[in-house]
């Protein structure tokens, strides 16, 4: 019920086994960021997601057993059923319900069945597919004038239409609102409302205090839940896998509880136990309406926490005669969360009500090789990969490569990007692509990449490049990794260590800080604060110098 407490006054209703330890309790060590100044700790950056059609959409709403059950309640109510003094249908109305749906399980349990009645009546409600008002003069149930008021179907209901004829958007809006109902109250739910004994002794004082403390926990309770959407929707964001979209409830608990840029230690597992016990009922009312796919704690781990049961009795995963499979099964029973495909419509739909950018993968591949490139290179929140397997799909491979490769020129601020996507799209053409890479091999922004991508194929016979394109291509490859945001620092340091590999470092010098490219200077700087050779990383930065110098002049 809404606004009811899960909380018990009993702590060990919120315990595990007291020495399960942190490789036990969520399996993994949960992979810490760099520190992020406060300013930008609250910049959060939404991954694009695949969606599916809105039809397959919908209809996976309809299959939801909670809102199935309250559309089909709200056909069975039609043309009215008297309700009781509390607006509610009565135990033998109820009854009658759960027989007519057919909700009694196999075995014949009553008590789930009025329960899924129950719940189906407070959300057919609240979204108007049931409305409760006064009966009409003249309605009577056999021949009896109804006195009082009663439910008939709603205007929700109306605007669903028939069951084969529904509107994916206005199915997909209700259930949108019923996923909303749901984790506000799985939110309530989980708050501790702490009514007093006796309220007219609570000063008005006290009532404030109290009232802004319940305020504080519903903020807290709703921004975890918030947090913990965000960590599946990401996982369903850059993960290929069910398996690997699949996340157990301690590493999603530890990666809200453990700061960034640090490991969750034994000191911590207190703080993640206490998140594991408060989402696991939130998350299983998700569930419950089609959000996610989970697995809840196993109650027995709360009884062997009573009983004083530790992890190795427990079965905890890693014994010395433990196999994969008994690892997997016993690391389920801490609680296992999957965003279903419909739950990342959900969230995408509450992130964009919140005012977050939140696109979708192949946003950026509805036009040109243009827009292709300019997209991936201006957007913080893309996956450059996923866009270019979009564009290529069903694109003729010589012709994608031809305008890939005319899209890539330039000298301006993003133009190392672009070259640097371009050659991923390359590769993901492959041969096919090679008569549009061979006839770039005049051009002097693209011969150097034209001539590398073709010899790492195997290519001979290639005309020689000039030292000038060379060393053009080779400060245009590295100010691309200076600018991309995602590229490694490895991966840099080993590019400028090729750089002066053979080289006679002083004439090297002398010739790259006179090549005509805007990140020329910014090159020579990284390359005098990060090469490994001391007497290298000195002439790279008295080459910056001059190249810097020679900027200046220019602009002047």
């Known amino acids: 019920m809404a606004g009811s407490s899960r909380k018990k006054n009993d702590s060990s209703a919120g315990s595990l086994p007291a020495d399960v330890d942190l490789e036990t309790l969520y399996g993994a060590v949960a992979r810490g960021e760099d520190p992020v100044d406060d300013e930008d700790a609250e910049l959060i950056v939404v991954p694009p997601v695949r969606l599916l059609p809105r039809e397959e959409l919908a209809a996976a709403a309809l299959r939801v057993p909670l809102l199935s059950d309250a559309i089909r309640l709200a056909r069975w109510v039609a043309p009215f059923r008297p309700v009781d003094q509390w607006g509610e249908l009565g135990a033998e109305l109820e009854t009658q319900a759960a027989l007519a749906l057919d909700l009694v399980p196999d075995d014949g349990d009553a008590d789930v069945a009025l329960g899924r009645i129950a719940a189906a009546w407070s959300l057919a409600v609240d979204l108007e597919l049931i409305e409760v008002g006064d009966a009409v003069e003249g309605e009577s149930i056999d021949g009896e004038a109804v006195q009082g008021e009663v439910a008939r179907p709603g205007t ?79 996982a369903r964001a850059f993960a290929a896998t069910e398996a690997e979209q699949t996340v157990s409830l301690g590493v999603l608990a530890a990666l809200l509880v453990t700061p960034d840029g640090q490991e969750p230690d034994e000191e911590m597992l207190g703080d993640i136990t206490a998140v594991m016990v408060t989402l696991d009922p939130m998350l299983q009312d998700l569930a419950g309406i089609g959000m996610v796919d989970y697995s809840p704690i196993d109650p027995t781990l709360f009884e062997e926490a009573e009983g004083g ?40 739909q509450w992130l964009l009500e ?43 491979p ?6 890939l490769l005319a899209a890539s020129r330039g000298n301006d601020v993003v133009a190392p990007v672009r070259r640097m996507f371009c050659l991923v799209a390359l590769d993901r053409l492959g041969e096919p692509a090679e008569p549009s890479v061979r006839a770039v091999l005049d051009d002097p922004e693209l011969a150097g990449m034209a001539t590398g991508w073709l010899l790492g194929r ?53 010739d790259l800080w006179r090549v005509d490219h805007p990140y020329t200077t910014a090159v020579l700087e990284a390359v005098g604060e990060l090469h490994p050779d001391r007497p290298t990383a000195k002439e790279a930065r008295k080459a910056a110098y001059k190249a810097r110098s020679r900027a200046g002049s220019q602009d002047n």
């Open 354 to 396: 919140d005012g977050y950018d939140a696109p979708l993968v192949g946003e950026h591949a509805r036009g040109d090789a243009v827009e292709l490139l300019t997209g991936i290179c201006g957007s913080a929140n893309v996956l450059p990969e996923e866009e270019i397997g979009e564009w290529l799909a069903g694109r003729e």
């Open 156 to 234: 929700g209901l109306e605007a669903l239409g028939s069951p084969e004829g529904a509107d994916p958007d206005t199915v997909l809006e209700a259930w949108e609102t019923a996923a909303s109902i749901v984790a506000g109250t799985a939110v309530e739910a989980e708050i501790d409302l702490g009514v007093p004994d006796d309220p007219e002794k609570v000063s008005e004082d006290e009532s404030e205090a109290e009232y802004a403390q319940l305020e504080e926990d519903r903020e807290e309770t709703q921004g975890l839940l918030d947090d913990a959407l965000q960590v599946l929707y990401e």
């Open 458 to 510: 195997g290519a001979q016979g290639l005309p020689e490049l000039s030292r000038s394109v060379l060393l053009w291509s080779q400060i245009d490859s590295l100010a691309a990794q200076l600018i991309d945001s995602s590229a490694q620092d490895d991966l840099f340091r080993e590019l400028i260590q090729h750089l002066t590999e053979g080289q006679q470092i002083d004439l090297l010098f002398a």
């Open 398 to 403: 010589q012709a994608a490569a031809a305008e």
């Open 309 to 348: 049961e530790g992890a190795e009795e427990a079965g905890a995963p890693g014994g010395p005669d433990a196999t994969p499979e008994a690892d997997a099964a016993q690391a389920a029973r801490f609680g296992m969360a999957r965003l279903t495909p419909l739950g990342v419509h959900g969230v995408r």
